[in-house]
């Protein structure tokens, strides 16, 4: 099985601030990594596949990297309807493995 | 456009099965090679990848559930189902339907409401 890792797991940040986040993983995954964002309450919604493409939709200030164990969600300039709780996970070998999740909280 | 709604019972007793059921509306199952994902978020805590099936019936499960699992397609309904047994607490959580937006992709860009189904007697 491929584990996770997601850093940090809470991130208090202000509007307009840069935000990044990590996600390792245990194995090479190539390029078979995707970002989520989900609120309370409702379903996720992608916003990065295969790495580093940006989800139809999805503001440009979304963007990411990386390739094999190590990516990153990088958010230029915080939003306020950017608070959330996001996700990264692995579907490399049709398996789904998530992260742990990060919590992006008003500071 | 395509959607998906998950429906079942929102309550089952401990060591019983879950049994819910995914429709599809706006595409036709058989027409295309998606694959079609069930997820789970438990309370309070993470995302759970349960498992996929592709059009043609072809199934790949989360290890940690794979014993108690099992994911069906009916194409003549329009409609994906995920039966999960000899259930607890831990099993407790919103469970998700979805369909990658692209083919030859895993990534999930269209998802049901989500159902909550608790586990307790």
């Known amino acids: 099985d491929i584990q996770m890792t997601q850093s940090p797991s809470t991130l208090s940040a202000s509007v307009g601030d840069r935000v990044t986040i990590t996600c390792r993983t245990s194995?090479?995954?190539?390029?078979?990594l995707a970002w989520y964002q989900q609120k309370p309450g409702i379903a996720p919604k992608l916003l990065i596949y295969?790495?580093?493409y940006l989800e139809t939709g999805v503001p440009s200030r979304f963007s990411g990297s990386g390739s094999a164990t190590e990516f990153t969600l990088t958010i230029s300039s915080l939003q306020p309807d950017d608070f959330a709780t996001y996700y990264c996970?692995?579907?490399?070998?049709?398996?789904?493995?998530f992260g742990q999740g990060t919590k992006v909280e008003i500071k | 456009q395509v959607q998906v709604q998950e429906s079942g019972p929102g309550l089952v007793k401990p060591s019983q099965t879950l049994s819910l059921t995914c429709s599809v509306s706006?595409?036709?199952?058989?027409?295309?090679?998606?694959?079609w994902a069930w997820i789970r978020h438990h309370p309070g805590e993470g995302l759970d990848w349960i498992g996929y099936?592709?059009?043609?019936?072809?199934?790949y499960y989360n290890p940690s559930l794979k014993s108690r699992v099992s994911i069906s397609i009916d194409t003549s309904k329009n409609q994906v189902s995920l039966n999960l047994r000899s259930v607890t607490a831990a099993d407790t959580a919103v469970y998700y339907c979805?369909?990658?937006?692209?083919?030859?992709?895993?990534?999930?860009?269209?998802w049901g409401q989500g159902t909550l189904v608790t586990v307790s007697s």
């Open positions: 979805a369909r990658p937006g692209r083919l030859g992709e895993l990534s999930l860009t269209i």
């Open positions: 706006g595409f036709s199952i058989g027409s295309g090679d998606y694959y």
């Open positions: 099936i592709s059009y043609r019936g072809r199934t």
């Open positions: 194995q090479s995954v190539n390029s078979w």
């Open positions: 295969k790495a580093s």
């Open positions: 996970q692995q579907y490399n070998n049709y398996s789904g493995t």
